[in-house]
Every structure is written in C-alpha cells, then in structure tokens.
C-alpha cells in the first residue's frame, strides 16, 4: 500500500487533529514546567516577563487542547460513545477541569504583574506568594502527568462497558 493510497482525507482529517491534541498537551505540560522552574520571590523583569508569557503560551496551549478533544469526541476519534460511556474519560474531563480551574490562581496573578511590568516596574512577589504559586503548579503538574495514564488505559478498553 503506497503512502498516497493510505493517507485518505479523513485518515488526514483525524490524525491532524490527533496531533494537535497531542502536540497541545506536551506544550501546557512544557509551559508549567517552565513556570514552576521561573517561579522566584521578587524577579526580576526578564523572569517576570517570561512567566507572563509563558502563562500566555500555557493558555492558547490549554484552548487548544480542549477544542481538539471536543473535536476527537465529536467527530475525529473513535465515536462518541467510546469515550462518553467510559468513566475514565469523565475522569480525564475532571482532572484537565480542575487543573484548568487551578491554573486561574496563577494566571490572575501573572495578569496582576502585567500592569507593573508595562510602567517599567517590577512585580511584588513575596516568598510566600512564590511559594502557593509553586504549590500550585505542582499540584497542576501532578494533575496533568495522570492524564496520559487514562488516556493509555482507555485506549486498551480498561473502562468500557462488557459487551
């Protein structure tokens, strides 16, 4: 079978967004490791700038990741009913909610250092501050690494109904 021949438009279609699920999860996981690597009591502009950013990048990264996977559900996976009757899917839904939900904390904040950062100003972070921020993105991170494991169990059929 040439590579013309097995690369339908829909074989096409479903492997690109596969992809971009994929590609979109490793750059959310990328980016909280940077900021957990970043997070410091009182940085300076460079770090400050750079957690901003990443935060951003971590955001567009996240939306990303969600409207691929509405889209593998709908319409790129393996049908809808193959992941909304598997409560392993509805525990992945859970953990990137809740992760997502978490990320609010860190993301106001870093929002919060914006408005010093565009007068020419350094944020105040204090070490208690830097320190809840690194609690929380290790909780997130944590969350983040059990995601790949159900999604493997999934794709082995641990979860699905006995037919």
Same mark, same amino acid.
């Given at each position: 079978?040439?590579?013309?021949?097995?690369?339908?438009?829909?074989?096409?279609?479903?492997?690109?967004?596969?992809?971009?699920?994929?590609?979109?999860?490793?750059?959310?996981?990328?980016?909280?490791?940077?900021?957990?690597?970043?997070?410091?009591?009182?940085?300076?502009?460079?770090?400050?700038?750079?957690?901003?950013?990443?935060?951003?990048?971590?955001?567009?990264? +996240? %939306? @990303?990741?969600?409207? #691929?996977? *509405?889209?593998?559900?709908?319409?790129? =996976?393996?049908? !809808?009913?193959?992941?909304?009757?598997?409560?392993?899917?509805?525990?992945?839904?859970?953990?990137?909610?809740?992760?997502?939900?978490?990320?609010?904390?860190?993301?106001?904040?870093?929002?919060?250092?914006?408005?010093?950062?565009?007068?020419?100003?350094?944020?105040?972070?204090?070490? +208690? %501050? @830097?320190?809840?921020? #690194?609690? *929380?993105?290790?909780?997130?991170?944590? =969350?983040?690494? !059990?995601?790949?494991?159900?999604?493997?169990?999934?794709?082995?059929?641990?979860?699905?109904?006995?037919?």
């Amino acid at each position: 079978m040439t590579l013309a021949v097995a690369l339908t438009t829909d074989v096409a279609k479903n492997a690109g967004v596969a992809y971009v699920h994929y590609l979109s999860f490793m750059i959310c996981f990328g980016a909280l490791v940077l900021e957990r690597r970043l997070i410091k009591a009182n940085p300076d502009r460079g770090e400050a700038t750079a957690m901003v950013i990443t935060d951003i990048v971590y955001g567009i990264a +996240a %939306l @990303a990741l969600l409207v #691929s996977g *509405i889209l593998r559900v709908i319409h790129f =996976g393996q049908g !809808s009913a193959f992941y909304t009757e598997n409560p392993l899917f509805w525990w992945k839904v859970g953990i990137y909610l809740s992760v997502g939900a978490l990320s609010l904390y860190p993301t106001i904040t870093y929002i919060l250092w914006a408005i010093p950062l565009r007068k020419g100003e350094l944020p105040k972070v204090s070490e +208690a %501050l @830097a320190g809840r921020l #690194s609690w *929380i993105i290790n909780i997130e991170l944590l =969350g983040f690494a !059990s995601i790949p494991m159900l999604a493997t169990l999934m794709a082995r059929g641990v979860g699905l109904p006995v037919s």
